[in-house]
C-alpha cells in the first residue's frame, strides 16, 4: 500500500514531509519520502491522503485497559467473565482514537495480550504487568471498610506483598505468569481507600528486591508514585520509570536526568477527572470512596508545579507519553494528553508528537515501533488536519480517519472521502 500526497510526520521529530510518501510492505514501513523521491510500486493498492497528516500510530505508556463497574454494587454482581468481555470494547476504543501499542498497568494478563497478538480482538498490542504490586493497606489493596477484600479483577492474583521475601515471591509468580514488566506502588493514591496520595509506601530495599527479580529475567520496574517521598523511594531503588511522579523536585529531577529514568505524567487524568464530576453529579455518587475534595487539592499543587516541569523537560528530562486511561475515564480520548503536554510542560507540537511515538518506543524498548521509517512496524495514522498548527486536532475521533496497526486498517474506520 502506498499512502500519498500527505503531510508526513516521521515521529523522529525531523521537519514534516509536505506531500510525502509513505510504502507499507508486509506490514512494515518500506520507504518514506518526498513524491519527487519515493516511487510507488506497480499495483500497489493507493491511499491518497492529500490534505491530511499521516503520522506514527501513538504509544501509550500508561492505561489500565480492563474493566469493572464503576458502581460497586454493579461490581459485585458481575460475573469476571462479564468485566473480561466489556475490556474488549475499551481496547477497541482505545486503537480507534489511534492508539496502536499500550502498557497496561494492571489488569491485562497474558490472555489479553495473545487475543490482541493473533486478532482474536481487536485493539493496540499490549504490554502488560498482570498486578499492581501493593503493600497491605496500600494503593493496590482491595480492603475495604466493611471489613474484608473485593478483587478488582477477580481472574488476576492477589497483587499484596509485604517485606522483602513476600515481595521477591510475588515478583517471580508475577514474571512466570508472563508480565512484560513489573508495577510496584511507592506511594499511596487519589482513588485509595486505605492510604493517601502523599505517603511513601515499601521501604527502598522491598523496591530493590523488585528492582533485582526483574532485571534477572531482563525486564523493567515501573513505579507508581504521586508524592515527593514515594519518588524518592522509589529512584533510591533505581526503578525504570516513574508513574505521575507530579510533587519532584528538583534534586528528583537531577537524578532522573543522571539515571536516564523515565517519566510518565499523565497529565490529564486528573483535570479531566474533576472536570468530570463538576459535569455530572452521578459521578462521584458510584463511588466508594470520597475523592472530590482530594482530586481538587491535588489539581490546585499540580498547576503550582508546572514551572518546575517545564524547567526539567528543558534540561532533557526523559518524558513519555501516557495518560492512565481506565474504565472510568479517558477510553478513546488518550490523545488529549498530548494538548496538556503542550500547555503544562511547554513542549511544542512536535515535541508531544515525539514522546508520544518514537521517545514512547524507547521508553517501552521496542525500537521496532513508534516512526515511520524503513524497517519499522506499520503503525501509523491519517489525519484530517494539522496537529503541527492545532495538537488538539488529534482529540476529534471523526479526524482520525485510517488507524493501522502493522500493515492493516483498524475495522470500523471510515475511509477517506
Same mark, same amino acid.
Given at each position: 500500500?502506498?499512502?500519498?500526497?500527505?503531510?508526513?510526520i516521521?515521529?523522529?521529530g525531523r521537519?514534516?514531509?509536505?506531500?510525502?510518501?509513505?510504502?507499507?510492505e508486509?506490514?512494515r514501513?518500506?520507504?518514506?519520502?518526498?513524491?519527487?523521491?519515493?516511487?510507488?510500486?506497480?499495483?500497489?493498492?493507493?491511499?491518497?491522503?492529500?490534505?491530511?497528516?499521516?503520522?506514527?500510530?501513538?504509544?501509550?505508556?500508561?492505561?489500565?485497559?480492563?474493566?469493572r463497574?464503576?458502581?460497586?454494587?454493579?461490581?459485585?454482581l458481575?460475573?469476571?467473565?462479564?468485566?473480561?468481555?466489556?475490556?474488549?470494547?475499551?481496547?477497541? @476504543?482505545?486503537?480507534?482514537?489511534? $492508539?496502536t !501499542? &499500550?502498557?497496561?498497568?494492571?489488569? %491485562?494478563?497474558?490472555?489479553?495480550? *495473545? +487475543?490482541?497478538?493473533?486478532?482474536?480482538?481487536?485493539?493496540p498490542?499490549?504490554?502488560?504487568?498482570?498486578?499492581?504490586?501493593?503493600?497491605?493497606?496500600?494503593?493496590?489493596?482491595?480492603?475495604?471498610?466493611?471489613?474484608?477484600?473485593?478483587?478488582?479483577?477477580?481472574?488476576?492474583?492477589?497483587?499484596?506483598?509485604?517485606?522483602?521475601?513476600e515481595?521477591?515471591?510475588?515478583v517471580?509468580?508475577?514474571?512466570?505468569?508472563?508480565a512484560?514488566?513489573?508495577?510496584?506502588?511507592?506511594?499511596?493514591?487519589?482513588?485509595?481507600?486505605?492510604?493517601s496520595?502523599?505517603e511513601? @509506601?515499601?521501604?527502598?530495599?522491598? $523496591?530493590? !528486591? &523488585?528492582?533485582?527479580?526483574?532485571? %534477572?529475567?531482563?525486564?523493567?520496574? *515501573? +513505579?507508581?508514585?504521586?508524592?515527593?517521598?514515594?519518588?524518592?523511594?522509589?529512584?533510591?531503588?533505581?526503578?525504570?520509570?516513574?508513574?505521575?511522579?507530579?510533587?519532584?523536585?528538583?534534586e528528583?529531577?537531577?537524578?532522573?536526568?543522571?539515571?536516564?529514568?523515565w517519566w510518565?505524567?499523565?497529565?490529564?487524568?486528573?483535570?479531566?477527572?474533576?472536570?468530570?464530576?463538576?459535569?455530572?453529579?452521578?459521578?462521584?455518587?458510584?463511588?466508594l470512596a470520597?475523592?472530590?475534595?482530594?482530586e481538587?487539592?491535588?489539581l490546585?499543587?499540580?498547576r503550582?508545579?508546572?514551572?518546575?516541569?517545564?524547567d526539567?523537560?528543558?534540561?532533557?528530562?526523559?518524558?513519555?507519553?501516557?495518560?492512565?486511561?481506565?474504565?472510568?475515564?479517558?477510553?478513546?480520548?488518550?490523545?488529549?494528553e498530548?494538548?496538556?503536554?503542550?500547555?503544562?510542560?511547554?513542549?511544542?507540537?512536535?515535541d508531544?508528537?515525539?514522546?508520544?511515538t518514537?521517545r514512547?518506543?524507547d521508553?517501552?524498548?521496542?525500537?521496532?515501533?513508534?516512526?515511520?521509517?524503513?524497517?519499522?512496524?506499520?503503525?501509523l495514522?491519517?489525519?484530517?488536519?494539522?496537529?503541527?498548527?492545532?495538537?488538539?486536532?488529534?482529540?476529534?475521533?471523526?479526524?482520525?480517519?485510517?488507524?493501522?496497526?502493522a500493515?492493516?486498517?483498524?475495522?470500523?474506520?471510515?475511509?477517506?472521502e
Amino acid at each position: 500500500m502506498a499512502l500519498v500526497g500527505g503531510q508526513v510526520i516521521d515521529g523522529l521529530g525531523r521537519d514534516p514531509i509536505r506531500r510525502g510518501v509513505v510504502i507499507v510492505e508486509g506490514g512494515r514501513i518500506a520507504a518514506v519520502g518526498s513524491g519527487a523521491s519515493v516511487r510507488v510500486p506497480r499495483g500497489a493498492g493507493v491511499l491518497d491522503a492529500s490534505g491530511r497528516t499521516v503520522m506514527p500510530g501513538v504509544i501509550d505508556c500508561h492505561v489500565h485497559a480492563t474493566y469493572r463497574a464503576r458502581d460497586m454494587r454493579r461490581h459485585l454482581l458481575n460475573p469476571p467473565t462479564y468485566n473480561v468481555l466489556r475490556s474488549t470494547q475499551i481496547l477497541a @476504543q482505545t486503537l480507534a482514537c489511534g $492508539i496502536t !501499542t &499500550a502498557r497496561d498497568m494492571g489488569g %491485562a494478563d497474558a490472555g489479553f495480550r *495473545a +487475543a490482541l497478538e493473533e486478532s482474536i480482538i481487536s485493539g493496540p498490542r499490549l504490554l502488560i504487568s498482570v498486578v499492581m504490586i501493593s503493600q497491605t493497606g496500600g494503593h493496590g489493596e482491595a480492603w475495604v471498610p466493611a471489613g474484608f477484600k473485593i478483587p478488582k479483577r477477580a481472574w488476576l492474583p492477589d497483587g499484596v506483598a509485604d517485606g522483602v521475601d513476600e515481595v521477591r515471591r510475588l515478583v517471580r509468580r508475577v514474571l512466570m505468569a508472563g508480565a512484560d514488566f513489573i508495577k510496584i506502588c511507592a506511594g499511596g493514591g487519589i482513588t485509595s481507600l486505605t492510604d493517601s496520595w502523599d505517603e511513601p @509506601q515499601y521501604t527502598v530495599e522491598e $523496591i530493590a !528486591t &523488585a528492582v533485582r527479580e526483574a532485571t %534477572a529475567k531482563r525486564k523493567r520496574v *515501573a +513505579a507508581h508514585a504521586e508524592g515527593l517521598e514515594g519518588i524518592r523511594t522509589a529512584l533510591k531503588a533505581g526503578v525504570y520509570s516513574i508513574e505521575h511522579g507530579w510533587f519532584f523536585d528538583e534534586e528528583c529531577v537531577d537524578t532522573m536526568i543522571k539515571h536516564r529514568t523515565w517519566w510518565v505524567p499523565t497529565l490529564a487524568l486528573v483535570p479531566r477527572s474533576v472536570e468530570r464530576r463538576n459535569a455530572d453529579s452521578a459521578w462521584s455518587g458510584q463511588q466508594l470512596a470520597p475523592e472530590d475534595r482530594k482530586e481538587a487539592a491535588v489539581l490546585s499543587k499540580m498547576r503550582e508545579q508546572i514551572p518546575l516541569w517545564r524547567d526539567a523537560v528543558r534540561r532533557g528530562l526523559s518524558v513519555a507519553m501516557g495518560t492512565d486511561q481506565s474504565h472510568r475515564l479517558l477510553v478513546g480520548e488518550n490523545l488529549v494528553e498530548l494538548e496538556f503536554m503542550v500547555d503544562w510542560l511547554g513542549m511544542s507540537p512536535m515535541d508531544a508528537i515525539v514522546a508520544s511515538t518514537s521517545r514512547a518506543a524507547d521508553c517501552i524498548e521496542r525500537p521496532d515501533l513508534g516512526a515511520l521509517a524503513p524497517g519499522r512496524i506499520a503503525d501509523l495514522l491519517v489525519v484530517n488536519g494539522d496537529p503541527l498548527e492545532n495538537i488538539r486536532v488529534l482529540q476529534d475521533r471523526d479526524r482520525i480517519e485510517v488507524v493501522m496497526k502493522a500493515g492493516k486498517i483498524a475495522d470500523g474506520m471510515r475511509s477517506i472521502e
